[in-house]
Structure formats: structure tokens, C-alpha cells
């Protein structure tokens, strides 16, 4: 090989599968290269789907109407996840803006900060920190006018996390019980419940998911507490514990209850109404005046926090305005990416001191 010519990658070949469609994370090769396989990609998401290892963001147009962003502001993604709300901002800032983004995920960052930079929003623009969006003051001194003109929050978990087996988010798939957003920092829930006592888990799922059979499951949870390490085991003993109640209808509660007991210990091992309370205090002095604020919320507790934050803001002066309602995904979005139907939409503008 001449010394001018460049080394060739090393083929790989594609992973192979039973029968004609893949079936668990790891096989749907398509998926995870979308700059290769577009058509693949088009195809699902015209079906309601979220192609595997992506996410696609929610209430695009109506965050973009609410925040007005403009070329040579100075805004902050507090949750920048896949980067697909980072990516309708960063064209807008340009010329002359920044756009911080804030991740606690050592994972999926580093590959959304990679993907950004190669549709041309690199270091000059987009300005990302690994950390909790509970430090954002942390941020204000780096930033030109020591204060943001704009802030979004999606405090859903992303699609990439619930999909990959790996991080044991999703009851869907069997994997180690984790749900981490940071797996480098802490303990998983594997191990938590080996310290929680069966008080501490009643309270938890009361309070993390407003849960009915809390009791029974708390119960229930803690006997088996010592053989749970996987996503799987934890379904079958919800399963086990809503069987053994006789109520008609197993699968159905089954299927409301599960979603819940994953939402309740993720928000419990990660701390999540702590570090949102503590954000939605720093918020109104992070943004200066006139400044804009967009919340997307996915459950009750997290839309009572903000909605009580926002209030309690504007009766202080800190707000001049807020939502009084919260905005729904549209019919149509709802119908063609279903993880949006929970979502709801919070603005508040700061007051012009």
C-alpha cells in the first residue's frame, strides 16, 4: 500500500439472526446505523415506532413557538438525551449562540455530542457537560451575560435507555436491574433492595407512582428481595402478587402495575424529585429577564412540582407568566409516536427584573 493512500476500515460483518426479522436489541443492526439505512428508519417511524437505540423528541413545534429562540442567544438543553430537541435549537442560535447541554449519562452522550458535531454544531456552538441539571448555576459564569435567554427540560427517560437490555429500565425485556441513569455512580436497584426495608418500599411506590397495591407489593418485594437482580425476576414477582390477590383481570393490572414499580425505584435510585426540586429552584434566577422556560413532564410527579414551582413564581414576581394548562402532544403525534401520550407540555417567562 502507497504511503499517500489511507488505511482501510476493517470489515464487519453484520450481525445474523434467526428467521427473517430481528428480534432483540442487539440484532437490530438497521436500527442502529441510520445514516446507512434511512429508508429502514422512515419506514418505522411512519408505523408509530421508535427505531432501536434512537429517540424522537416530543411537542417539536410547540417548544419551538414557546421559546422563540433566536440567532446569537444563549440557551441551555438540560436534558439533552438523543439531541433531537439540541439539533432544532442549534440551528436557530446560529450565527453567534450557545447552546449548553446538560446529561448525566456517560453512555449515550458522548455519542449525541458526536452525532451533533457531524451535522455541523460543534464546540463553537454547542457547549455539553456530564452533570446533573440540579448544578446549573454551576453554568451561569461561563455563559456571556451570566444567565441563559432560554432553558428546556425533558425529564422523560430516552427511548435508547428503556430499549437496551443493559440498563435494565424496561420490564419488556429481561436484564440486569439497574435503571442508573449514571451506572458509574451509586447502586443499582439489584442491590438497593437488599438494603430498603419493606416500609421504605411501600412509601416509595406510594409516593414515586401514586401505586394502589402498594401494600401487597411491598410485601411481596421484600420476601423475594434476595433473588431479584434481574428486570425479569421483578415482573414475575409483581405478577406473583397480583395473581395471589384473585381480582379478575390479571393481565390488565399486570400491565398497569409494572410500569408504575419500574417508575417508582428508578425515581428512587436516581433521586429524581430531589434533582428536579432543586432545579426548579435555581430555574428563575438561571434565566434572565424576559427569558423563556419549557418543562416536559411524563407523570404526576414530577407536573405537581413543576406546576406548584411555576405558580409559586409568578406570585413572587419571579415569573411574569405562566402556563395555566399544560400543553398536550398533538392527535397526530400522539398516533404516530405513542411514547408522547403522556407527555405534557409547562412554559413560565421570566419577569423583566
Not at 450481525?15 to 446507512?36: L, S
Not at 442560535?93 to 455530542?113: N, S
Not at 413564581?313 to 402556563?323: E, I, K
Not at 398536550?328 to 421570566?350: C, D, G, M, T, Y
Request: aromatic share 8%.
Amino acid at each position: 500500500m502507497a504511503d499517500d493512500q489511507p488505511p482501510q476500515e476493517e470489515h464487519k460483518r453484520r450481525i445474523h439472526y434467526r428467521g427473517t426479522h430481528p428480534h432483540c436489541f442487539a440484532e437490530k443492526y438497521k436500527e442502529h446505523q441510520p445514516e446507512k439505512y434511512a429508508g429502514q428508519i422512515e419506514k418505522l417511524i411512519a408505523q408509530g415506532q421508535t427505531p432501536a437505540g434512537s429517540h424522537r423528541p416530543i411537542c417539536v413545534r410547540e417548544i419551538l413557538e414557546i421559546l422563540k429562540v433566536q440567532p446569537g442567544e444563549t440557551g441551555l438543553d438540560a436534558t439533552l438525551g438523543f439531541g433531537g430537541h439540541s439539533a432544532e435549537l442549534l440551528r436557530r442560535i446560529v450565527p453567534g449562540g450557545r447552546l449548553y447541554a446538560t446529561d448525566v449519562d456517560p453512555i449515550e452522550m458522548p455519542k449525541t455530542v458526536a452525532r451533533l458535531a457531524q451535522a455541523g454544531f460543534g464546540p463553537e456552538v454547542l457547549f455539553p457537560r456530564q452533570m446533573n441539571f440540579a448544578g446549573i448555576a454551576k453554568l451561569l459564569p461561563e455563559t456571556p451575560r451570566g444567565g441563559f435567554d432560554f432553558v428546556l427540560a425533558d425529564l422523560g427517560i430516552s427511548s435508547m435507555q428503556l430499549d437496551n437490555p443493559q440498563r435494565g429500565f424496561s420490564f419488556k425485556f429481561d436484564g440486569p436491574l439497574d435503571l442508573r441513569l449514571n451506572p458509574n455512580r451509586g447502586k443499582s436497584v439489584a442491590d438497593m433492595l437488599l438494603e430498603w426495608s419493606r416500609d421504605d418500599l411501600e412509601k416509595m411506590l406510594r409516593m414515586n407512582s401514586d401505586e394502589p397495591l402498594a401494600a401487597f407489593l411491598a410485601d411481596g418485594i421484600y420476601a423475594a428481595r434476595g433473588t431479584i437482580r434481574t428486570t425479569g425476576t421483578l415482573s414475575q414477582v409483581v405478577r406473583q402478587v397480583v395473581s395471589s390477590l384473585g381480582n379478575r383481570g390479571v393481565e390488565l393490572t399486570v400491565k398497569k402495575t409494572l410500569p408504575r414499580v419500574f417508575q417508582a425505584f428508578r425515581i428512587a435510585v436516581n433521586g429524581e424529585f430531589t434533582v428536579l426540586e432543586q432545579f426548579l429552584r435555581t430555574l428563575p434566577y438561571a434565566v434572565l429577564p424576559k427569558g423563556r422556560i419549557a418543562l416536559l413532564t411524563f407523570h404526576s410527579g414530577e407536573a405537581n412540582r413543576v406546576v406548584a414551582a411555576f405558580r409559586d413564581g409568578l406570585a413572587q414576581g419571579r415569573y411574569q407568566a405562566v402556563s395555566e394548562e399544560p400543553i398536550q402532544p398533538s392527535i397526530q403525534e400522539r398516533f404516530s409516536n405513542p411514547r408522547s401520550k403522556a407527555a405534557r407540555l409547562h412554559w413560565a417567562v421570566r419577569g423583566d427584573e
